[in-house]
């Protein structure tokens, strides 16, 4: 008798789903044959403008796999023989596994429904909570950042790298596909980045559609402008630390994604949130500057920036799409 049928991969790919994407794009599906779960990516999810690499769409696949591996381990299952591909196959297949009984119920599960990205500002995070956090996220590959002055660079170039990211015509074009900056907008509820998840009130809304027409402000205008609204340097001066993902040089952005989130689930654990800054390490001189400034053990490389502190309000679950269109 299977194991696995639609109803329970039906329940496992609504936890699964909870995982986290670049723009909240969810390029993770799955697919049930016999007892083996595949998972397979929406190859027009991808970000060409802003993740032309492909790094941060594989590492959101990587986050969906530890996704579906934790929704099973609470159901006492676990995968074996699973193969992870360092890119999709001609398929879309990046990773598989045999769903089999006997797995232990993973303790980051009981978060997987409190984790949310926070973009405002944060409250100041005591001391000795920071040091758990440190001790937890290191055997994970990431580094608890607390110098000051490596924060302040960070708050510093922020605005300006984004900026930057969006004089390309494709890169903001491609932002404004995600943003869902008006309650009427078909995918308010589904998937992007909405106005309640960036934070803004309805008049910097507004003023944030009015920047990312085309018309008759210029490119650089429209980066700037979209900036001053959705600037970032004073949330990120507000952290009390900074969080360094870091990666094996070897290692694939599946295996990478996963642990990515792990170390998220982690910090959650501990009652604190955090915001990626993806562009302090999409653009390579910055990588290499930041990385310069953590002096990084051999044989690892900066990946990720994020900011990390206490959120002043629950912060409300962003939106998914149904189950039942993830599953092909
Ligand atoms: C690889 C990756 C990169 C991300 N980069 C950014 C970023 O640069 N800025 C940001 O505000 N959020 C970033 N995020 C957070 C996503 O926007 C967020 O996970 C998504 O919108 C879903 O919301 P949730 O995390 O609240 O569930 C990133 C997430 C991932 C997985």
């Not at 008006?182 to 003023?207: K, Q, T, V």
Request: net charge negative.
């Amino acid at each position: 008798m299977a194991l696995v049928d639609r109803d329970l991969l039906l329940a496992v790919v609504a936890e699964a789903r909870r995982a986290p994407s670049a723009r909240n794009q969810q390029p993770a599906r799955w697919r049930l044959r016999d007892d083996v779960i595949e998972l397979l990516e929406d190859p027009a999810r991808r970000l060409p403008a802003c993740d032309p690499s492909g790094r941060d769409h594989r590492l959101a696949l990587g986050a969906a796999w530890e996704g579906t591996r934790l929704a099973l381990s609470s159901r006492g299952l676990r995968f074996d023989d699973e193969v992870l591909a360092a890119v999709p196959d001609e398929q879309g297949v990046v990773a598989c596994g045999r769903v089999v009984d006997g797995g232990m119920k993973d303790l980051l599960v009981d978060v997987v429904m409190r984790r949310a990205t926070w973009r405002g500002n944060f409250l100041a995070v005591q001391a000795h909570v920071l040091g758990d956090v440190a001790a937890d996220l290191e055997p994970l590959g990431a580094v608890l950042v607390q110098n000051p002055a490596i924060i302040e660079d960070a708050a510093r170039v922020i605005d300006d790298a984004s900026a930057a990211n969006l004089l390309r015509p494709s890169a903001i074009e491609e932002l404004v596909g995600w943003l869902r900056l008006a309650r009427d907008h078909p995918g308010w509820d589904r998937d992007g980045l909405n106005a309640d998840m960036l934070d803004l009130s309805p008049f910097s809304a507004r003023l944030q559609s009015l920047a990312l027409r085309r018309g008759p402000l210029s490119q650089l205008h429209r980066a700037r402008l979209a900036h001053l609204v959705v600037g970032e340097a004073e949330q990120t001066r507000s952290a009390s630390a900074l969080i360094a993902v870091l990666a094996q040089t070897d290692e694939i952005d599946i295996v990478v994604g996963a642990r990515f989130y792990r170390c998220w689930l982690t910090v959650t654990s501990a009652g604190l949130h955090v915001c990626p800054m993806s562009v302090l390490t999409a653009d390579e001189a910055l990588g290499a500057q930041f990385s310069r400034a953590l002096g990084l053990p051999a044989g690892w490389k900066l990946l990720h920036l994020w900011r990390v502190g206490r959120a002043p309000r629950v912060v409300p679950l962003s939106p998914r799409l149904p189950p039942e269109e993830l599953i092909t």
